[in-house]
């Protein structure tokens, strides 16, 4: 009875539901001390001198270290795979404290004390005297000859171009007869929000270090811990408990090389950092901002001729994932609508900002509202039909991609785009809604949006497994693909029940709680790529476990292994399918057996050499109160080929999640920055407009489900993809109810307002009367 | 873990009085949803606390001898809006404390609190300040009303002076009877938000419906407090129910608002919003009134 493709209730549920799961602050001691981090108050300078004197004399204070302090090591924090080419690695450009501060909120000093309260004191009572410098806020002006330079290895603070060019571009508009429509859009800095601040606390066992965390990748950290330190990998041990959502903030190392060495300066006592969620939002990671500008010559009869793309990506202040994000923006320009003659460039800067890093959709969420808003202003300018310009000149049926040899094998974008259509009388209300007048006026946008799971061949994909039979023939399950709350544990049990052949899911006790002592090899949860890449060594460690299985089978039966098999738990005779004996009864037998007693278990490494698209697209309705400048979405649908559904529950519960962030990047989500002083104006949940569900329609989740052809369980990428379409296809809903085309986000009141004046929707308030 | 250096319960009204006297340094503190939010940002951390929030005797609506219908000051925004007397004689007051924050802090906080903070955004504000309240106060030598008007200093300062706490809120007869009002918060999000501008609304109709007997309207974050908008009202008073007056008294309070430019809004959208708001919340007020236009 197959366990994969049912909608079976979570390993894990009963335990979060209940509040019996363990996170990390559950785990910790509560006579742990606790650390708290001193700040910089300046955008860019020197730390001149740090005075501890009134702070060391608040009761409870233990230790004070500042940046003057810490070993001079500067390390990588990128939740990326180690590269053995040193030309691969990940950029390493900060130390533990730093004492060049280069953006409001980087980390001078620390903290610890016996309380919170001590800890807080102690913090506010450090005197930082600085040297301040120019800074810069913006990747553009950042550029620019004699604009301040961050790290002096990058003398104009490009961290990283990198290029695309097929064709004669150049030659190409040449063309007679060529339409040119040349815009820019820009996306703003947003943060994860996961409810679940950054936390983690350390300490020494024997000579080694521990440290408990939340993060998605307890291996990677492991090795950055190392290297942050100067200590070899193996004596450090990350342990990963249950964690409250990461979103690619913790696909990077964040404090935990801190915690670390805040425990060895106080003899390995445990030291708990616990970030605060105002922290959270400035120290830790946030989704690049970007500036996008994008030219197409296009025929009169709705076909490219050639295209120009730059993509300029705010970095702030550290590397973390650096280039990579704004070059996965970048590669889908040309694979999305296939053009002859293609110029891209796509440029990181270092600016004085919080730091940019992983954060759901890795780049996708920033290119496919510029791509896709770029899309419609073509068909406006040119009076074609959108919805009949992709269908004409999206990635066609049987398309490769030469660089990772991905294959759209079904027609994907079509098909999505055909079933959220029918969904959604989206025809024929995108031509009803189009020339409306009055206050209130109703709209309807679609975007597609392109996708691909995993790394390879970017960077290193693997994964390991351990399956462990016990004495009833349940088994337990080990990888190293991290629960970050997005199913992934429940998926692999349903994965890991089949392919060995037991009953029921509940039959694979998942191992939650990653340890990297115990846990084998892998690089945890990150790209949209569990159940993808953990699921080929799953599938290639659970044959092993069978076959050793079918084994002791064959000798406790004296029937032949070909004629066997493990069924539902069982061990049938597949001549007569008779059951011959039960896989309990054999496990007990082979632990407790006098004459040959063996733990039946099964290891094994898959490395991944291949990769999947994942495609898909939104459909959204607003209704849009043009006084009020305000945008409701009324109706909001995501169709997604995401391969086999492992358990469409999930499935579902996954888009709905990724559809929540795609609205409040749409139309709320902004970190701000004084542009006086470069600090976070608006760094809590208060006055950083995360969407509620009260801004929420009834959201929608379809599936089209083509078996992916290269993958185990015939799935592939659905953690990120559902956030990449929400913002274009309500910015195109808005630009159908009012014909105002909106080209940057958030498009919240403010800006909304602005541009219906521009447009004349609006009369300044002192001049409506006359 | 708070920063507070200590906290003295209040056992009664006269109690609490006594140890204001005895700890002028003291904060106090009713629900906690401001004040502790203060403490953990350090802006109040390390401070001594009175706590009245178990006085159940500021707990609770009725109307008094006087007619006016009488809000315990500590009385929470959830237990405004179910209340039978505030659904009765002023849903709008009832609607706009439902706004605040979401279900738990509107469980926690308490109409008392809100109004003591002097902020300008507090969704109770500009409703109380469209029906004219007034704040009631118990100190050393008895109570004191105050028009809550004059019980806003400016930003963040309210008229409490060191012995006192306040105890109710009353909003007088002349203000609710035959009398319909709406409120109309403009925030950036439908729930868990702070006002970007607030605007409450309400008016009396002649018997036939056809005049504006009276119309009050009153602004949150138009500026540093809550404020009137006395042309706008002038204005309308007198006038026909008709969409050329709702449209005249909007633009009026062009005349007497003031807010500010800041990263939360600019000045041109609140002023636009405010005329907006105007507009809507006198409409909506007329239909509730019985009036049509």
């Known amino acids: 009875m197959p366990n994969v493709g049912k909608s079976v209730p979570r390993v894990d549920a009963m335990d979060k539901v209940t509040g019996r799961a363990k996170y990390t602050d559950d785990r910790c001691d509560p006579h742990a001390l606790v650390a708290r981090v001193v700040r910089s108050t300046i955008a860019h300078g020197y730390v001149k001198s740090v005075d501890i004197s009134q702070a060391e004399k608040i009761p409870g204070v233990v230790r004070i270290v500042t940046c003057f302090d810490v070993p001079d090591i500067k390390f990588p924090t990128a939740g990326h795979p180690w590269s053995v080419e040193e030309a691969h690695q990940d950029v390493a450009d900060r130390r533990l404290l730093n004492r060049h501060v280069r953006y409001v909120g980087d980390d001078v000093a620390a903290v610890v004390a016996e309380n919170e309260v001590a800890a807080a004191q102690a913090a506010r009572a450090i005197r930082v005297e600085y040297e301040p410098l120019p800074f810069v806020l913006d990747p553009i002006e950042a550029m620019q000859p004699g604009a301040p330079v961050l790290h002096k290895e990058y003398p104009d603070n490009v961290l990283k171009h990198t290029s695309i060019r097929q064709g004669d571009y150049q030659t190409a508009i040449q063309e007679p007869g060529l339409i040119c429509v040349d815009k820019w859009y820009e996306v703003p800095t947003v943060q994860h929000c996961h409810i679940e601040n950054f936390i983690c606390y350390a300490y020494g066992e024997g000579d080694r270090i521990v440290i408990v965390s939340s993060t998605q990748i307890p291996h990677i950290v492991r090795r950055t811990v190392g290297q942050a330190l100067g200590l070899p990998w193996g004596k450090v041990r990350i342990i990963k408990p249950y964690i409250g959502g990461g979103f690619g903030n913790k696909q990077d190392t964040l404090y935990e090389p801190l915690c670390a060495y805040l425990s060895l300066q106080v003899g390995g006592r445990q030291v708990k950092l616990d970030v605060p969620r105002e922290d959270t939002f400035v120290s830790n990671r946030v989704r690049h901002a970007e500036k996008i500008h994008i030219i197409s010559w296009v025929r009169p009869d709705g076909t490219y001729a050639a295209r120009k793309l730059e993509m300029y990506s705010n970095q702030g202040a550290y590397a973390s994932h650096g280039h990579s994000i704004v070059a996965k923006g970048m590669g889908a320009f040309p694979q999305m609508y296939p053009c002859p003659n293609i110029e891209a460039d796509s440029y990181t800067v270092y600016t004085n900002r919080s730091v940019a890093g992983a954060m759901r959709g890795y780049g996708i969420p920033q290119a496919m509202f510029a791509f896709e808003s770029h899309t419609e202003d073509v068909c406006r300018r040119l009076g074609l039909d959108s919805l009949a310009f992709r269908h004409k000149n999206i990635m066609p049926k049987g398309y490769v991609d030469g660089f990772s040899k991905n294959e759209n094998y079904f027609d994907s974008f079509n098909q999505c785009m055909d079933k959220a259509v029918a969904e959604t009388d989206y025809v024929r209300k995108h031509a009803a809604y189009a020339h409306q007048t009055g206050e209130v006026r109703r709209g309807i946008g679609i975007a597609p949006f392109w996708y691909n799971t995993a790394v390879w061949p970017i960077s290193l994909e693997h994964s390991s497994c351990r399956m462990v039979l016990n004495q009833d023939g349940s088994i337990q399950l080990q990888v190293a693909e991290t629960e970050i709350g997005q199913g992934a544990d429940t998926a692999y049990a349903q994965m890991a029940a089949d392919v060995v052949g037991l009953a029921y899911y509940t039959d694979v006790h998942v191992q939650s709680c990653q340890d990297t002592d115990v846990t084998p090899f892998g690089l945890g949860a990150y790209a949209s790529r569990q159940t993808y890449t953990a699921g080929f060594a799953i599938r290639q460690t659970g044959l092993i476990l069978r076959d050793k299985i079918l084994d002791y089978a064959s000798e406790m039966t004296r029937m032949p292994k070909y004629n066997l098999d493990l069924m539902d738990g069982e061990i049938v005779r597949t001549t007569d399918g008779r059951v011959l004996l039960k896989l309990a009864d054999l496990a007990t037998e082979a632990f407790y057996s006098l004459t040959h007693s063996v733990h039946i278990t099964a290891e094994s490494t898959y490395q991944t050499k291949s990769n999947a698209y994942s495609f898909g697209c939104c459909v959204a309705e607003v209704e849009v109160d043009i006084p009020l400048c305000k945008v409701k979405v009324t109706d909001l649908l995501n169709i997604h080929d995401c391969g086999k559904l492992i358990n469409p529950a999930l499935a579902e519960a996954q888009v709905h999640g990724g559809m929540s962030m795609g609205i409040g990047y749409a139309l709320s989500e902004q970190l701000l920055f004084d542009p006086k002083t470069g600090r976070a104006l608006n760094n809590n949940l208060l006055d950083y407009k995360l969407s509620t569900t009260m801004d929420h329609p009834h959201l929608r989740a379809m599936f089209i489900e083509n078996y992916e052809p290269t993958s185990a369980f015939g799935t592939k990428a659905l953690g990120e993809p559902p956030t990449c379409p929400v913002a274009p296809a309500i910015r195109n809903a808005i630009l159908n109810a009012t014909g105002v085309e909106v080209d940057s986000l958030p498009m919240n009141p403010h800006v909304l307002y602005r541009r219906f004046c521009q447009e004349g929707l609006i009369a300044d308030p002192w001049t409506k009367e006359g | ?293």
């Open chain 2, 1 to 293: 873990m708070y920063d507070i250096k200590a906290l003295y319960e209040a056992e009664s009204t006269a109690h609490a009085v006594q140890l204001r006297l005895e700890h002028p340094e003291a904060q106090i503190i009713a629900g906690g949803s401001d004040v502790l939010v203060q403490v953990r940002e350090g802006k109040r951390a390390g401070k001594a606390l009175i706590s009245i929030y178990m006085l159940d005797e500021l707990r609770g609506i009725r109307i008094d001898d006087e007619g006016n219908l009488r809000i315990g000051s500590l009385t929470s925004f959830s237990h405004i809006t179910k209340d039978p007397l505030i659904q009765q004689y002023i849903p709008a007051l009832g609607e706009a404390v439902d706004m605040v924050g979401g279900p738990q802090i509107r469980n926690i906080g308490t109409i008392g609190g809100n109004t003591c903070n002097g902020v300008t955004s507090a969704d109770s504000a500009s409703t109380l300040h469209a029906y004219e309240a007034i704040i009631e106060l118990t100190g050393a030598n008895g109570i004191r009303r105050v028009p809550i008007k004059d019980f806003y200093l400016r930003a963040g300062q309210t008229d409490i002076r060191p012995d006192e706490i306040q105890t109710a809120i009353l909003i007088p007869q002349d203000s609710y009877k035959d009398t319909a009002g709406y409120y109309f918060k403009y925030a950036m999000r439908n729930a868990m938000d702070i006002a970007t501008t607030g605007c409450s609304v309400n008016c009396r109709l002649s018997p036939d419906k056809g005049t504006f007997e009276r119309v009050r309207i009153a602004y949150g974050v138009a500026g540093p407090v809550p404020m009137r908008a006395p042309t706008a009202e002038a204005m309308a008073a007198g006038k026909p129910v008709s969409r050329e007056t709702v449209q005249a008294f909007a633009q009026a309070v062009l005349q007497d608002i003031n807010p500010r430019d800041s990263w939360r809004a600019s000045r041109a959208l609140r002023q636009h919003i405010a005329v907006e708001l105007a507009s809507r919340c006198l409409t909506e007020s007329v239909h509730r009134a019985g009036g049509a236009l």
